[in-house]
């Protein structure tokens, strides 16, 4: 038999000629073979070095990193070399016992034989040329392949020549070497591998596309040649189990997002700026509020973290696992977050300041669309409060006037300033309403923003990517009033007339932060800061589907709450020091409107009482209708009892005079019956003399 083999090998020497083969193999060494083996998955990494998430980029082939052969369960090597190659340790390549079977066999038998060794299976996957095609190996590959199969062995370790075969043979499918088809088949590492698994991934190596039927008889008889424990009923149970499940079925990726924008090609492990652990927890924490939440129609969220410092992006859950969008830069519309902005324009501008006496009564204003009448979050109105109770307790009447006052040009201006560059519409495309948040912005954006006012009012770009050196920085907002802001966004007094003293805005350490609600409660955000980080949260449904009752409070507030007690577990938030150029001043106010206090100011603006002037000591001026109203009639109300009540303030002995008739009295509201057409009203003083005018229109 001996005899028949070798006259067979040497005619398959002489088949393949004498001359030099210009593709003939150079073996390559161990460490050649490793450093040029490339990973279908690319590797994220977070600061720290630690692995965050893995991206699938070459999709020909499954295969994860490299396993070194100390991390292989031992099982899977005995049965390997049970299943494949018996003398493995014993020949130098190739097994001639082996081959002088086999070719007996194949001469003599009608059941084909093979005879290839590990290492000659190993030889065929570093050479391409050596591989079989769809009709088998011609004698000339036999022999290169032989040749090769002995350069190896004679160059290489067992152990290296074992490491390698796992590393690079197929076993299913896609599923190349072991450490994919541990993950894909059982969902475990290499390392924890058991004996059964072993048996059935070893009889998976004779044919990657066999039926179960066929893996699960093979595997039985390698468990009677190794007198496994295992029955042949349970090896079938396992093998059924393992060919069904999903490939490579992983565990809730926690950084898709980011993956997704940092990753390029297989094989690269690239450092982000995430942190691993507060990542995982940012995404749980989003989960767990999300389920809380779903008998409420909510189903989806995002959460951003931010290094105040360094504008690194510590955190970046796109959304909660559910679905392919990323909620980080979606735009969404962007509720009352952006009321901060508007007031701390305002006190730069000395327009304000955070005692000031602000009006919460029913205001419409004249818009080219019609009439603008805003509301508060509960359909109520406070009356006079002061510009800090205004802003932490989000009242919408208090922030349209104070837009009013500033102008819509210049807000526009100031929230393109802190870098929200998702508004592209001009200024009166968003209208009165820009200062209860009818612009959408991302996720992303808005956080970094409001790290702005952390920063005390310096801007700085964000980076998912470690840089090199520090990013450059501007100065955007005053920082005297950039403090004042986050004062007043700190205050759990100020923000108790709408959200009580005991709620998710109220950490045991220093923050600021705001909640705010789209129409129609679309959208739920919770913003906030502390010395160190921002965190923004949104809640919603990506499809725009209104949430049921939910409140800045109840949505996006508890993540918030979660991630930022998770933060500073070991270090509270610390109030920041107050800047040049801000005093403190006790203050009361006369009326006793609010309590007396300590407040802050802008160095010449502080005034130690806030009186509120006297109904009679207000410049006259017409309250409603407003220049350029149109007024619609009711067609449901009878003309009858159809009725205008005009408003005016201030002064005494005022009258009414409409389109130069005399009307009464205008110290209190007049009922007026409206007429179709174009109309002017006067507010006339005692001295019949005209204070004010205002043209409407009634349609």
């Avoid at 108790?496 to 909640?515: D, H, I, M, P, R």
Wanted: hydrophobic fraction near 40%; aromatic fraction near 8%; charge should be neutral.
């Amino acid at each position: 038999m001996k005899l028949i083999a070798a006259s067979l090998l040497a005619l398959a020497g002489a088949a393949h000629g004498a001359a030099p083969n210009a593709d003939a193999f150079s073996v390559p060494t161990p460490e050649q073979v490793r450093a040029g083996y490339r990973s279908s998955e690319a590797e994220l990494l977070d600061r720290n070095g630690q692995p965050v998430q893995s991206l699938r980029i070459d999709m020909k082939v499954r295969r994860l990193p490299w396993v070194a052969l100390a991390d292989i369960s031992p099982s899977l090597p005995a049965a390997v070399l049970q299943a494949e190659d018996q003398r493995f340790y014993e020949h130098g390549g190739v097994d001639w016992s082996a081959a002088t079977k086999a070719a007996w066999d194949n001469l003599f038998r009608n059941r084909p034989r093979g005879a290839s060794t590990i290492t000659m299976q190993l030889a065929a996957q570093l050479d391409p040329h050596l591989q079989a095609s769809a009709k088998g190996r011609s004698w000339g590959q036999k022999w290169d392949q032989i040749k090769a199969a002995r350069e190896i062995d004679a160059s290489w370790t067992k152990p290296q020549i074992m490491e390698a075969y796992l590393n690079l043979v197929s076993f299913r499918g896609e599923l190349q070497g072991v450490g994919a088809a541990a993950r894909g088949l059982f969902g475990k590492a290499p390392s924890g591998l058991n004996l059964t698994e072993s048996m059935i991934l070893a009889s998976l190596l004779r044919g990657p596309g066999a039926a179960p039927k066929v893996v699960w008889q093979r595997a039985c008889a390698l468990s009677r040649e190794l007198k496994a424990p295992a029955t042949c009923s349970e090896i079938e149970l396992r093998t059924m189990i393992a060919m069904s499940r999903p490939l490579l079925a992983a565990d809730l990726p926690p950084a898709p997002q980011v993956a997704q924008q940092l990753l390029t090609s297989g094989g690269q492990s690239v450092r982000s700026t995430l942190d691993a652990d507060l990542q995982r927890y940012a995404q749980a924490a989003l989960r767990q509020q999300l389920m809380s939440l779903r008998t409420r129609n909510v189903n989806d969220g995002a959460v951003v973290v931010l290094d105040n410092a360094s504008g690194e992006i510590l955190a970046y859950v796109g959304n909660a696992g559910t679905g392919e969008v990323d909620g980080v830069v979606a735009l969404r519309q962007a509720g009352s977050t952006l009321k901060p902005f508007l007031y701390e324009l305002a006190l730069e501008r000395r327009l304000i300041t955070a005692a000031s006496v602000m009006d919460d009564t029913a205001i419409d204003i004249s818009t080219p669309t019609g009439l603008y009448i805003p509301q508060n979050y509960d359909k109520e109105f406070k009356g006079h409060v002061s510009v800090r109770t205004s802003l932490a307790s989000s009242l919408n009447v208090p922030a349209v006037r104070t837009l009013v006052m500033t102008g819509m040009d210049r807000f526009y201006e100031r929230l393109h300033d802190v870098g929200l560059n998702s508004l592209t519409e001009s200024p009166d495309y968003y209208g009165y309403s820009l200062a209860l948040g009818s612009a959408e912005v991302t996720l992303l954006e808005l956080s970094n923003a409001y790290r702005t006012l952390a920063n005390g009012g310096v801007y700085g770009p964000v980076t998912l990517a470690p840089r090199g050196a520090a990013a450059s920085t501007r100065r955007v907002l005053d920082g005297r009033a950039a403090f004042i802001i986050g004062d007043i966004l700190s205050d759990r007094a100020a923000r108790s007339l709408t959200f009580g003293l005991k709620n998710e805005l109220a950490t045991t350490f220093w923050s600021a932060v705001k909640t705010g609600t789209s129409k129609d409660m679309r959208d739920n955000w919770c913003m906030g800061y502390t010395d160190r980080y921002t965190v923004g949260v949104w809640v919603g449904n990506f499809d725009g589907q209104s949430m049921w009752d939910v409140s800045g409070v109840s949505g996006a507030a508890p993540v918030w709450r979660d991630v930022m007690d998770y933060l500073h577990r070991g270090q509270p938030g610390r109030a920041p020091q107050a800047p040049a150029g801000v005093v403190r001043q006790q203050i009361v106010y006369q009326p006793a409107l609010e309590s007396a206090r300590g407040e802050w100011f802008i160095a010449g603006t502080e005034s130690p009482v806030i009186a509120l002037v006297q109904e009679t000591q207000r410049a006259a001026k017409i309250l409603y209708p407003g220049e350029a109203s149109i007024i619609a009639i009711d067609p449901d109300i009878p003309d009858a009892i159809q009725r205008v009540f005009f408003q005016a303030q201030g002064g005494k002995g005022l009258s009414w005079r409409l389109d130069g008739a005399d009307l009464g009295q205008a110290n209190t509201d007049y009922a007026w019956r409206p007429v179709p057409g174009p109309h002017q009203l006067a507010l006339i003083d005692a001295n019949a003399q005209v204070i004010t005018t205002t043209r409407f229109h009634v349609r």
